[in-house]
């Protein structure tokens, strides 16, 4: 190797010497400047949001805020239930309508037969007669179980129900996603919303045990997006999760009442309960003594 290629090979080395400090100058500067705008940032989250369950903000405190997140679980669970319970209703309502018009549409057509001057074998007409007399009595006792069960007014009482307490649900959210300085004043807040959150948490619509079962149950097996919806804990619908609050949070963890939906459902339907008599009786006769031992 040559005097002049060891000297360029030196310089080359020198070179990178000053590109490596060069870099870690410039990047020691970057995170410098990166540590000032995070402390920047956390100095500005530190001024809108609660430092301790007690600090106040535009008259709220965390712990206020927590309390009402806890109602607003509970109502978010009054309209999950009433609403998949509405379309419950209104598919049943729509099911016995359709049937009294399909009868009606039969002993419309049936009707004509009368007009036949022959019979076209015996007992022709009778038989016309005694199917237009058991459409009509179909037809009344179907219209009067509908009065019965009052599908109609039900339903208008659940719809009236769900989009009032949808319109709160939705407010009331709004309100606690904005920081404390934007929402309206905790005094105003309450004077506002307290007496409609008492009033929906109260006054349900009701629902047999029964039904309440059955709602809670498919919306268990079949709609789980309602439950847990996107997963996040904000979301997750009570009382499949718990809302309970610990200190400066709200705790979520799962509950059996789901599990204990799925096992206990199936003991209300009709085919069980034979079935479980069936057995009781089946044991029963079992542990009767024989003759043998009585003798």
């Known amino acids: 190797m040559t005097t002049e290629e060891i000297e360029r090979k030196k310089q080359q080395e020198e070179l990178l010497k000053v590109g490596v400090k060069t870099g870690q100058a410039l990047d020691s500067s970057n995170n410098r400047l990166v540590n000032k705008i995070v402390s920047s940032t956390q100095l500005l989250d530190s001024s809108i949001v609660f430092q301790t369950s007690e600090h106040i903000l535009n008259e709220w405190t965390l712990r206020k805020q927590l309390s009402l997140e806890q109602l607003l679980h509970k109502l978010k669970y ?33 009707s004509f037969l009368n007009n036949v001057e ?131 949070t709200i705790i979520r963890n799962k509950t059996n009442f789901g599990y204990n939906i799925k096992q206990t459902y199936w003991s209300l339907h009709p085919c069980n309960k034979i079935y479980s008599c069936l057995c009781l009786c089946c044991k029963t006769r079992e542990n009767e003594p024989t003759d043998l031992e009585k003798g």
């Open 78 to 110: 009054n309209r999950a239930i009433n609403n998949y319970f509405f379309f419950e209703l209104k598919s049943r309502e729509n099911f016995w309508s359709w049937t009294i018009i399909v009868i009606s549409t039969l002993t419309t057509a049936i």
């Open 118 to 248: 022959r019979e076209p074998f015996i007992h022709f007409f009778v038989i016309v007669k005694v199917t237009l007399l058991a459409c009509s009595m179909l037809i009344t006792l179907i219209a009067a179980w509908i009065k019965k069960q009052q599908y109609v007014e039900r339903i208008n009482l659940i719809d009236r129900y769900n989009q009032k307490i949808n319109k709160v649900i939705e407010e009331i959210d709004v309100q606690l996603t904005l920081i404390p300085m934007d929402r309206d004043k905790y005094s105003d807040f309450m004077k506002k919303y307290q007496p409609q959150m008492t009033d929906y948490l109260s006054n349900t619509p009701a629902m047999s045990p029964q039904e309440w079962k059955k709602t809670v149950y498919y919306i268990t097996i079949y709609y789980p997006e309602l439950i847990e919806n996107d997963s996040s804990d904000q979301n997750k619908l009570w009382p499949w999760w718990t809302a309970e609050i610990n200190t400066n």
